[in-house]
């Protein structure tokens, strides 16, 4: 796996500074085909800066990302979705005013590109699309419900589904179950890495909740401050001797390995 | 190069004016994030209570003192708005409040009259500098020289007073985050009230202090508006010394304009600003502004639904009643109608930017004017038939729309509402001072509607054809596809641009084609009355619709239509008693303090509430504030 | 000295906190433990009246505090640093202490820039420098200063740990213990367990806004399935 065309997401050197503050440097890495990589670290380690830059809110101060084997470095969010990436945030940034359903249909005129119609009602148009989507996540109860009540799981579940409206190869999850009871974090990320392998999409995710991490990720990657300190599978990171350092834990204060509570 | 200094320190004495005045809006948008747009009367303000007190006051001193005193009468002034109108409504969704300090403009407006009468007062000479000097050869007039040395002491004493005092560290850090300067034991609301007294008070010192070189009038309040704000922007919102510079820039220019451009002194300042904000986009000395992003505050507006068989019925039977209303044969009932009707199509094309875009306009005004004059040159100049005319006229307000949008959108909050102003204010100063075009403060006449329709009823018809043709059809675009891509820009401009909806550029359509369905409205206008003037360009104008839409609710679909009929009726109905503006303002200030969500939005909460079934039962764990307009925010557990 | 009982509070329409109740006692140190959104910042913001419980009551020194606006809150002398330490970036770090200044409080420690500057060495030499300037843990470091200058009679610290690098969070330990040992109660919300047993008392575990634990460090490692079901690790 080592040649760019296999690769579906490819980068090189990718590197970020803030007014002279290495937020990420020199990162590279491969993703495969249907792989799940999680990308873990201690906050403020450089995983939201190094998302940023992959899906274009951010432009590196230097680097490449390819994209099968294309260079979409710096490309706008919008155009890098319209190749096959699929992004889900760390805070839900769905439509609040419209329903369920209604956010889903959005993401399908995208994808049709129908944004400038004028007819028919945006409430017509794609409508058993959409369900098919939301059955999918196992949301299609919930299909006419106002998106601002809905429970913060459930938002994550449809910000899942609308990531997948545009058919992506790639999906870029950041921490995609903050914020949610345990129950459900093992659910949803059960329901991604189903969805990934029927479809055969590649997911890279950022993840705090390492039970989430060690029970789906194919592979790791450690980034602390900036760089990229380990890569490999679940068991290697486990003993790798510098990941215990800085992240799982290691100094006075931090003797077990189990950093956050 | 005599007349040259001369007119840079008349440039430089005028500017005295504009930076006390200016630096007080941006002082209390900065703290408050109120645009108050009364503060154009708190200058007026200053002007009358400083005449009356120079009456009073002998000599010199007197001169100062008065000057002194106005301050700070016009600051307690600010301190009575402050308490009274603006403490009840600062909960209130964003920009909501811009409509109460509109009502305070008509109060005070009123008030004025009532106090000093209609004639304009010539201001009283300063004792002891009524004389000139002579700069190399040419007069200068001491009081001028007098007002270029205090300026930079009345600057250097708020730059002190903001950079190196306890109460200057407190506005600053409340500029930035209030919430945390009241959870470290500061009062905020005495803050609040304090930055007002501030702010008024320097716009009355700016009153008083120019009227040497002016006096008062009661047009002063909005004469003065979009200079401050051209100002404030050119300069940087908050920054003292980026207002100063602006002052001294606007105002020196304006004094070249004079004398070389006489004919394009007012178009002059927004070609500078638009200049300045091409290359700064967040003016001289100013920051990017990431407070007051576009999208709404507050709880999120309902889901939208197509009207169901129930409404349309009632569209369709209102739609009959308005047909049939010539048969009451009242002319007057007429006229008010076709008044009434155009007003909502122009309210309508507002709330869809407003609502639906989350763009605040301060200038839709230029498109309604806009296309009212696009109709009227074309009659006047190459005697266009009306029905050409007609098809034209919304594709030029849509054309000033497509490029005005296209400047105005780089822009983001505050800054894109007050670039929207500043640039309807070039279009108004372009009509008002090419009297040869556009007969100027003359305005255009006799622009008549085609034979066919000058029969008594049938343009009343036409009007409700058009009108409330126009009204559906911006309905119509509310739930279409792009209607929907436009609110989801508005509601997650990130979420949107993830998912491949270009959202400036939907924006920029829904800006146009607000605009040239303003331009319908215009034309419309133009030939119900057979002429028209430049203020309907005006920022009254624009103002008008601000009003209704936020008074009819942004977050309802047909707040605009509803704000924009009632404020008509009732202000057909107050307009016949003496102090009108007053009762208006006062009518409006209740409004917005008794019902926050608008007309529609409040009585279809109390209709919810008679009923007792809210639209869905909260669920357990939904963070609702969770994803409200600030993407930038680190995620907050609750 | 401060009593939380049947604390109900929403954010929006979602019901974050229900019922909850604890108390602090003087001298104390507690640790409000949870994961994230087990409603934490709620409250501490409830007790800030930052956001407002519709239920219930917060009873500080005998005042109900339930019916005061936040400034009140903070001048009774409830010092509070907020879990995204919200300085002000636009101003110096001396003037960030300004805007926390409140004068000197009976029977407690007056704190002034100079003697912060001794706690905190690193933000002395940086002292005309914008608050943009600072790392997180500076930052952090600031934020909890800038409170101590209103001389509080009690600390709540949100996640003071969040996003901190080690190094940084044992000195903020060692700060908090001397702080502990000054005789200032500190309620302070954590998700790093280590972290917490080393400065605190006593620990207060919620989840869901409802209380599910509250007791000494000793009582929690002798029931692990507590620590399993609501702490996962």
Same mark, same amino acid.
């Given at each position: 796996?080592?040649?760019?065309?296999?690769?579906?997401l490819?980068?090189e050197?990718?590197?970020?500074?803030?007014?002279?503050?290495?937020?990420?440097?020199?990162?590279?890495?491969?993703?495969?085909?249907?792989?799940?990589?999680?990308?873990i670290?201690?906050?403020?380690?450089?995983?939201?800066?190094?998302?940023n830059?992959?899906?274009?809110q951010?432009?590196?101060?230097?680097?490449n990302v390819?994209l099968?084997?294309?260079?979409i470095?710096?490309?706008k969010?919008r155009?890098i979705?319209r190749?096959?990436?699929g992004?889900?945030?760390?805070?839900?940034?769905?439509?609040?005013?419209?329903t369920?359903?209604?956010?889903?249909?959005?993401a399908?005129?995208?994808?049709?590109?129908?944004?400038?119609?004028?007819r028919?009602?945006?409430?017509?148009?794609?409508?058993?699309?959409?369900?098919?989507?939301?059955?999918l996540?196992?949301?299609?109860?919930?299909?006419?419900?106002?998106?601002a009540?809905?429970?913060?799981g459930?938002?994550?579940?449809?910000e899942?589904a609308?990531?997948?409206?545009?058919e992506?190869?790639?999906?870029l999850?950041?921490?995609p179950?903050?914020?949610?009871?345990p129950?459900e974090?093992?659910a949803?990320?059960?329901?991604?890495?189903?969805?990934?392998?029927e479809?055969?999409?590649?997911?890279?995710?950022?993840?705090?909740?390492?039970?989430?991490?060690?029970a789906?990720?194919? !592979?790791?990657?450690?980034?602390?401050r900036?760089?990229?300190?380990a890569?490999?599978?679940?068991?290697?990171i486990?003993?790798?001797a510098?990941?215990q350092?800085v992240y799982?834990?290691?100094?006075s204060l931090?003797?077990?390995?189990d950093?956050?509570a | 190069?005599?007349?040259?200094?001369?007119?840079l320190?008349t440039?430089?004495?005028n500017?005295?004016?504009?930076f006390l005045?200016?630096?007080g809006?941006?002082?209390?948008?900065? *703290?408050? !994030?109120i645009v108050?747009?009364?503060?154009g009367?708190?200058?007026?303000?200053?002007?009358?209570?400083?005449?009356?007190?120079m009456?009073?006051?002998?000599?010199?001193i007197?001169?100062w003192?008065s000057?002194?005193?106005?301050?700070?009468v016009?600051g307690?002034?600010?301190?009575i708005?402050?308490v009274?109108?603006?403490?009840?409504?600062?909960k209130?969704?964003?920009l909501?409040?811009?409509?109460?300090t509109?009502?305070?403009i008509l109060v005070i407006q009123?008030?004025a009259?009532?106090?000093?009468?209609?004639?304009?007062?010539?201001?009283p000479?300063a004792?002891?500098?009524?004389g000139?000097?002579?700069i190399?050869?040419e007069p200068?007039?001491?009081?001028?020289?007098?007002?270029?040395?205090?300026?930079?002491?009345?600057l250097?004493?708020?730059?002190?007073?903001?950079s190196?005092?306890r109460i200057?560290?407190?506005?600053?850090?409340a500029?930035?985050?209030?919430?945390?300067v009241?959870?470290?034991?500061?009062?905020?609301?005495?803050l609040?009230?304090?930055?007002?007294f501030?702010?008024?008070?320097?716009?009355?010192?700016?009153?008083?202090?120019?009227?040497?070189?002016?006096g008062a009038d009661?047009?002063m309040?909005?004469n003065?508006?979009?200079a401050i704000f051209?100002?404030v922007?050119?300069?940087g919102?908050?920054?003292?010394p980026g207002?100063?510079i602006?002052?001294?820039?606007?105002?020196?220019?304006?004094v070249f304009?004079?004398?070389?451009l006489?004919?394009?002194?007012l178009v002059?300042?927004?070609?500078v600003?638009?200049?300045?904000?091409?290359?700064?986009?967040?003016?001289?000395?100013?920051r990017e502004e990431?407070?007051?992003e576009?999208?709404?505050?507050?709880?999120?507006?309902?889901?939208?639904k197509?009207?169901?068989?129930?409404?349309r *019925?009632?569209?369709?039977?209102?739609l009959?009643a308005?047909?049939?209303?010539p048969?009451a044969d009242?002319?007057?009932?007429?006229?008010?109608?076709?008044?009434?009707?155009?007003?909502?199509?122009f309210?309508?094309s507002?709330?869809?930017l407003l609502g639906?875009?989350?763009l605040?306009s301060?200038g839709?005004a230029?498109?309604?004017?806009g296309?009212?004059y696009?109709?009227g040159?074309?009659?006047?100049?190459v005697?266009?038939?009306?029905?050409?005319?007609?098809?034209l006229?919304p594709?030029?307000?849509g054309l000033a729309?497509f490029?005005?949008g296209?400047?105005?959108?780089?822009?983001?909050?505050v800054y894109?509402?007050?670039?929207?102003?500043?640039?309807a204010?070039?279009?108004?100063?372009?009509v008002f001072?090419w009297?040869?075009f556009?007969?100027?403060d003359?305005g255009?006449?006799?622009?008549?509607?085609?034979?066919w329709l000058?029969?008594?009823?049938?343009?009343?018809y036409?009007?409700?054809?058009v009108?409330?043709g126009?009204?559906l059809?911006?309905?119509?675009?509310?739930?279409s596809?792009?209607?929907?891509?436009?609110?989801?820009?508005r509601?997650?401009?990130?979420?949107?641009?993830?998912?491949?909806?270009?959202?400036?550029?939907?924006?920029?359509?829904?800006?146009?084609?607000?605009?040239?369905?303003?331009?319908?409205?215009?034309?419309?206008?133009?030939f119900?009355?057979?002429?028209?003037?430049?203020?309907?360009?005006?920022?009254?104008?624009s103002?008008?619709g601000l009003?209704?839409v936020?008074?009819?609710?942004?977050?309802?679909?047909?707040?605009?239509?509803?704000?924009?009929?009632?404020?008509?009726?009732?202000?057909?109905?107050?307009?016949?008693?003496?102090?009108?503006?007053?009762?208006?303002?006062?009518?409006?200030?209740?409004?917005?303090?008794?019902?926050?969500?608008?007309?529609v939005?409040s009585l279809?909460?109390a209709?919810?509430?008679?009923?007792?079934?809210p639209?869905?039962?909260?669920s357990?764990?939904?963070?609702?504030?969770?994803?409200?307009?600030?993407a930038?925010t680190?995620?907050s557990?609750? | 000295m401060?009593?939380?009982?049947?604390?109900?509070?929403?954010?929006?329409?979602?019901?974050?906190?229900?019922?909850?109740?604890f108390?602090i006692?003087?001298?104390?140190?507690?640790?409000?433990?949870?994961?994230?959104g087990a409603?934490?910042?709620?409250?501490?913001?409830?007790?800030?009246?930052?956001?407002?419980?519709?239920?219930?009551?917060?009873?500080?020194?005998g005042?109900e505090?339930t019916?005061?606006?936040?400034?009140r809150?903070?001048?009774l002398?409830?010092?509070?640093?907020?879990?995204?330490?919200?300085?002000?970036?636009?101003?110096?770090?001396?003037?960030?202490?300004?805007?926390?200044?409140q004068p000197?409080?009976?029977g407690v420690?007056?704190w002034?820039?100079?003697?912060?500057?001794?706690?905190?060495p690193?933000l002395?030499?940086?002292?005309?420098? !914008?608050g943009?300037?600072?790392?997180?843990g500076?930052?952090?470091m600031?934020?909890?200063?800038?409170?101590?200058?209103?001389?509080?009679r009690?600390?709540?610290?949100?996640?003071?740990?969040?996003?901190i690098a080690?190094?940084?969070?044992?000195?903020?330990?060692?700060?908090?213990?001397?702080?502990?040992?000054?005789g200032l109660?500190?309620l302070?919300?954590?998700?790093n367990?280590?972290?917490a047993?080393?400065?605190?008392?006593?620990?207060i575990?919620?989840?869901g806004?409802?209380?599910?634990?509250?007791?000494?460090?000793a009582?929690?490692?002798?029931q692990?399935?507590?620590?399993?079901a609501y702490?996962?690790?």
């Amino acid at each position: 796996m080592n040649s760019a065309e296999s690769a579906v997401l490819k980068v090189e050197g990718l590197s970020k500074s803030f007014g002279g503050i290495h937020a990420v440097s020199d990162v590279n890495f491969e993703l495969a085909r249907g792989e799940l990589l999680a990308l873990i670290g201690p906050n403020g380690a450089g995983k939201t800066t190094c998302f940023n830059m992959l899906m274009g809110q951010l432009r590196p101060s230097s680097g490449n990302v390819y994209l099968n084997g294309e260079k979409i470095t710096g490309q706008k969010p919008r155009r890098i979705w319209r190749k096959g990436v699929g992004r889900t945030f760390q805070i839900t940034g769905t439509y609040q005013s419209m329903t369920v359903i209604e956010n889903i249909q959005m993401a399908l005129i995208s994808h049709h590109r129908r944004l400038f119609s004028l007819r028919p009602y945006a409430t017509r148009l794609y409508r058993e699309e959409a369900m098919q989507l939301l059955e999918l996540v196992g949301m299609s109860e919930q299909a006419e419900r106002a998106c601002a009540i809905l429970a913060y799981g459930d938002l994550k579940r449809l910000e899942l589904a609308i990531a997948l409206c545009h058919e992506p190869t790639l999906l870029l999850m950041d921490e995609p179950t903050a914020g949610m009871a345990p129950s459900e974090r093992i659910a949803l990320m059960q329901l991604t890495a189903d969805i990934v392998q029927e479809r055969n999409i590649s997911v890279l995710f950022t993840e705090h909740d390492m039970d989430v991490v060690f029970a789906h990720a194919h !592979r790791l990657m450690v980034l602390n401050r900036g760089e990229l300190i380990a890569n490999g599978t679940v068991e290697e990171i486990r003993n790798d001797a510098v990941v215990q350092e800085v992240y799982l834990g290691g100094g006075s204060l931090f003797a077990a390995g189990d950093t956050h509570a | 190069m005599g007349l040259f200094i001369a007119q840079l320190l008349t440039g430089l004495a005028n500017a005295a004016t504009l930076f006390l005045v200016a630096s007080g809006l941006s002082l209390i948008f900065g *703290v408050t !994030r109120i645009v108050n747009f009364a503060h154009g009367s708190f200058y007026m303000l200053g002007a009358f209570v400083g005449y009356s007190l120079m009456q009073v006051l002998p000599g010199a001193i007197g001169f100062w003192a008065s000057v002194l005193l106005t301050g700070l009468v016009v600051g307690l002034i600010g301190v009575i708005v402050e308490v009274l109108v603006l403490r009840p409504v600062y909960k209130a969704p964003e920009l909501f409040q811009l409509v109460a300090t509109f009502g305070v403009i008509l109060v005070i407006q009123d008030l004025a009259l009532m106090i000093w009468g209609a004639e304009d007062l010539l201001g009283p000479r300063a004792p002891g500098l009524k004389g000139v000097v002579r700069i190399m050869d040419e007069p200068v007039p001491l009081y001028d020289l007098a007002l270029i040395a205090i300026t930079p002491f009345v600057l250097f004493a708020l730059w002190y007073l903001i950079s190196r005092t306890r109460i200057g560290v407190l506005v600053r850090a409340a500029t930035q985050d209030r919430e945390m300067v009241a959870a470290l034991g500061v009062n905020q609301s005495w803050l609040f009230t304090g930055v007002f007294f501030l702010g008024a008070g320097l716009a009355g010192l700016g009153g008083a202090i120019q009227l040497p070189k002016g006096g008062a009038d009661l047009l002063m309040d909005f004469n003065i508006l979009a200079a401050i704000f051209v100002v404030v922007v050119i300069g940087g919102m908050g920054s003292l010394p980026g207002a100063y510079i602006a002052a001294v820039l606007i105002s020196v220019l304006n004094v070249f304009g004079v004398s070389y451009l006489p004919q394009s002194t007012l178009v002059l300042m927004y070609i500078v600003m638009a200049i300045v904000l091409t290359v700064r986009p967040y003016g001289l000395l100013g920051r990017e502004e990431v407070v007051g992003e576009h999208g709404q505050v507050g709880e999120p507006e309902r889901p939208i639904k197509p009207a169901g068989t129930k409404a349309r *019925v009632m569209v369709a039977v209102m739609l009959m009643a308005l047909l049939a209303l010539p048969l009451a044969d009242s002319h007057f009932l007429v006229i008010l109608t076709t008044d009434i009707i155009i007003f909502c199509l122009f309210a309508a094309s507002l709330h869809f930017l407003l609502g639906l875009g989350g763009l605040v306009s301060f200038g839709h005004a230029a498109y309604f004017g806009g296309g009212a004059y696009a109709a009227g040159l074309l009659v006047v100049h190459v005697n266009a038939p009306m029905e050409l005319a007609f098809v034209l006229a919304p594709l030029g307000a849509g054309l000033a729309a497509f490029i005005i949008g296209w400047l105005c959108l780089r822009l983001t909050g505050v800054y894109f509402a007050m670039l929207t102003l500043a640039l309807a204010q070039l279009l108004w100063s372009l009509v008002f001072q090419w009297d040869e075009f556009t007969g100027g403060d003359d305005g255009l006449v006799d622009i008549w509607p085609a034979a066919w329709l000058s029969e008594a009823n049938s343009y009343f018809y036409f009007t409700v054809i058009v009108g409330v043709g126009g009204i559906l059809l911006l309905r119509h675009v509310a739930h279409s596809p792009f209607g929907y891509a436009l609110r989801a820009s508005r509601d997650s401009q990130r979420q949107a641009e993830a998912t491949g909806i270009n959202t400036k550029r939907i924006q920029w359509m829904a800006f146009t084609m607000a605009g040239a369905l303003a331009g319908v409205a215009g034309a419309l206008f133009v030939f119900s009355k057979g002429s028209v003037f430049p203020n309907e360009l005006e920022i009254t104008k624009s103002f008008d619709g601000l009003i209704v839409v936020f008074l009819g609710g942004v977050k309802t679909l047909s707040g605009g239509v509803v704000g924009a009929a009632s404020l008509e009726l009732v202000k057909d109905y107050l307009t016949r008693i003496e102090y009108w503006r007053l009762a208006l303002g006062l009518l409006i200030i209740v409004v917005v303090v008794l019902a926050p969500n608008g007309i529609v939005g409040s009585l279809r909460k109390a209709w919810e509430r008679l009923r007792g079934t809210p639209a869905d039962e909260p669920s357990t764990t939904a963070p609702v504030a969770l994803t409200s307009a600030s993407a930038g925010t680190q995620e907050s557990e609750r | 000295m401060l009593e939380l009982s049947g604390v109900n509070s929403f954010y929006g329409k979602a019901h974050i906190l229900r019922d909850l109740g604890f108390s602090i006692n003087a001298g104390e140190v507690v640790s409000l433990l949870g994961r994230n959104g087990a409603g934490k910042t709620t409250t501490v913001k409830s007790i800030m009246q930052l956001v407002k419980p519709e239920k219930g009551s917060v009873i500080f020194d005998g005042v109900e505090l339930t019916r005061l606006p936040t400034h009140r809150v903070a001048k009774l002398g409830i010092g509070y640093v907020p879990e995204e330490r919200r300085i002000f970036t636009d101003l110096t770090i001396s003037e960030n202490l300004e805007v926390g200044r409140q004068p000197p409080r009976p029977g407690v420690y007056s704190w002034t820039q100079q003697t912060l500057f001794d706690l905190f060495p690193n933000l002395a030499e940086r002292r005309s420098n !914008r608050g943009k300037a600072l790392s997180g843990g500076e930052q952090q470091m600031l934020s909890i200063a800038r409170t101590l200058m209103g001389n509080p009679r009690l600390l709540l610290l949100d996640e003071p740990s969040e996003g901190i690098a080690p190094v940084i969070v044992e000195q903020m330990a060692h700060t908090i213990l001397k702080l502990k040992a000054e005789g200032l109660p500190v309620l302070l919300s954590e998700q790093n367990l280590h972290f917490a047993r080393m400065v605190s008392d006593r620990a207060i575990i919620i989840e869901g806004g409802l209380k599910k634990f509250d007791g000494t460090f000793a009582e929690l490692e002798a029931q692990p399935e507590i620590r399993d079901a609501y702490l996962s690790v």
